[in-house]
């Protein structure tokens, strides 16, 4: 019976290309384990870069075939996009081998550290990186486990979404859009924000109060009304609202061009990003730092240095006065949020987004006209092309148009390119010298070429 991470030595992963998978891959490497994987994404003789990454980490790679299960295998780890019917799934079980989701097996290493849980349905990845990045700093040599890449990280020659360091504490993500943030008993448990994403408030309300209990410490962000009723000490909690009375409160936000600037308990913070959600992210982080020991003065130290992850706000340069930025943001709060924090860098944004499944899209249809609608200014635009299908048996019952007409009828500039390989030229003739192209998306593994490809034309 596998219970801790110490109960095995051989561990396979299938599906290790995902983010989420081959972080784990890597930190159980880190920690001595003998790693292996295979992935729909792995071909013989085709270039990868996360194959060629997990590979100089000391991770052998197979294409998904079931030749990497072996009968000295001692547990499989699957994802939740792999199926039954996938060769190493039906191997597995017929040597009856052990088989776990990757949630459980980050429980596992949840419960071997003392943890830090970043939940929340916006900012975990940011704000789990700039955590990381400051206990680092500070010398407490933290280990993370993410779901993005920290630039940070990357330029080591790595994926960037996992480290291992020699301290006690070790930073993670708590997903509950799958509802894996229950199986997780922090030492300290951080609730960003409560927004409708892929699930209801109602049910996250169930799910983050689950959280909050199974953690020794819980911190929350007084400055939203959902997380703030989940609060359990005042003093240790954050915000940046007026007549607020947590024990860490950030004021004087300012941003100025690429840089934002603010307080947190009057220490100043400069940081080279954009958006006062960035700001948040940097104060629940600095609170959490603060928490176990570090002083405010050095986490600003830390976080003037701060590079940023992987899509997250990343800033391709500039170009005929139009600047060009790839960005995750995938759900109604984050893309509203992106464009605001565009809009001080130009006196016009025009952004794209991309939705993520037919699902999803229709879940939060009315969200993202009312949020998105709301934020645009009379000179901004939205443009969308159709939503990205990722393969099964999704009923493919709703068109991102359907989102661009409701933000039409909201008074909203709106455009629907359906193929997103004819958008510059579409919208070439609204980009002055004075704009910010903003791309949305996310899971599209696509999204990244598609960026470099906008920038390379524009």
């Known amino acids: 019976m596998i219970n801790t991470v110490n109960d095995f030595q051989r561990v396979f992963f299938t599906g290790i290309a995902g983010t989420g998978m081959s972080a784990l891959a890597q930190y159980l490497k880190g920690i001595g384990k003998d790693v292996s994987g295979s992935d729909r994404y792995f071909q013989a003789g085709v270039f990868n870069d996360t194959r060629q990454k997990l590979e100089a980490a000391g991770i052998t790679c197979y294409e998904q075939d079931g030749s990497g299960i072996a009968a000295n295998t001692e547990l499989v780890i699957v994802s939740a996009a792999v199926e039954?019917?996938?060769?190493?799934?039906?191997?597995?079980?017929?040597?009856?081998?052990?088989?776990?989701?990757?949630?459980?097996?980050l429980s596992m290493i949840a419960k071997s550290k003392k943890t830090i849980a970043v939940g929340g349905t916006s900012g975990k990845s940011t704000t789990s990186a700039m955590l990381f990045d400051i206990l680092e700093f500070a010398g407490m040599e933290p280990s993370i486990i993410s779901g993005?890449?920290?630039?940070?990280?990357?330029?080591?020659?790595?994926?960037?979404?996992?480290?291992?360091?020699?301290?006690?504490?070790?930073?993670?993500?708590?997903?509950?859009?799958?509802?894996?943030?229950?199986?997780?008993?922090?030492?300290?448990?951080?609730?960003?924000n409560v927004d409708k994403d892929h699930k209801e408030i109602e049910t996250l309300m169930e799910v983050f109060t689950t959280f909050r209990n199974n953690s020794?410490?819980?911190?929350?962000?007084?400055?939203?009304?959902?997380?703030?009723?989940?609060?359990?000490?005042?003093s240790n909690d954050f915000c940046h609202h007026a007549d607020c009375l947590a024990g860490y409160v950030a004021r004087d936000f300012h941003q100025q061009g690429l840089q934002i600037n603010f307080t947190l308990n009057h220490v100043p913070f400069e940081m080279k990003l954009v958006g006062r959600h960035n700001m948040e992210n940097a104060v629940a982080a600095s609170t959490i730092a603060n928490l176990v020991g570090v002083d405010l003065a050095v986490a600003a130290d830390a976080l003037s240095r701060y590079e940023g992850i992987y899509r997250r706000h990343q800033v391709l340069g500039q170009k005929h006065g139009v600047w060009l930025i790839d960005d995750?943001?995938?759900?109604?709060?984050?893309?509203?949020?992106?464009?605001?924090?565009?809009q001080p860098l130009a006196s016009k944004v025009v952004a794209w987004f991309q939705p993520h499944g037919y699902g999803p899209t229709r879940f939060l249809k009315d969200d993202f006209i009312k949020e998105?609608?709301?934020?645009?200014?009379?000179?901004?635009?939205?443009?969308?092309?159709?939503?990205?299908?990722?393969?099964?048996?999704a009923t493919k019952d709703i068109s991102s148009n359907e989102l661009i007409e409701g933000i039409r009828m909201l008074g909203g500039q709106a455009w629907f390119v359906e193929d997103r390989n004819d958008l510059l030229e579409a919208i070439r003739p609204h980009l002055t010298d004075d704009t910010v192209l903003l791309l949305m998306?996310?899971?599209?593994?696509?999204?990244?070429?598609?960026?470099?490809?906008?920038?390379?034309?524009l």
């Open 372 to 393: 998105i609608a709301a934020v645009l200014r009379p000179q901004d635009e939205i443009w969308m092309s159709e939503i990205f299908y990722a393969g099964g048996t």
């Open 441 to 457: 998306g996310a899971r599209d593994p696509g999204l990244e070429s598609f960026a470099n490809e906008v920038w390379e034309k």
């Open 328 to 342: 995750y943001a995938h759900n109604p709060a984050k893309c509203a949020a992106s464009i605001q924090a565009c």
């Open 84 to 105: 039954d019917t996938v060769p190493e799934v039906i191997r597995t079980r017929s040597l009856n081998i052990p088989i776990i989701k990757r949630s459980e097996l």
């Open 216 to 234: 020794n410490h819980f911190v929350v962000n007084q400055s939203h009304p959902l997380a703030a009723q989940l609060s359990q000490e005042l």
């Open 148 to 192: 993005a890449g920290l630039v940070s990280i990357i330029r080591e020659g790595k994926i960037g979404n996992a480290k291992v360091g020699k301290g006690d504490w070790l930073v993670i993500e708590a997903d509950e859009s799958d509802g894996s943030i229950v199986q997780y008993f922090p030492e300290i448990g951080l609730l960003l």
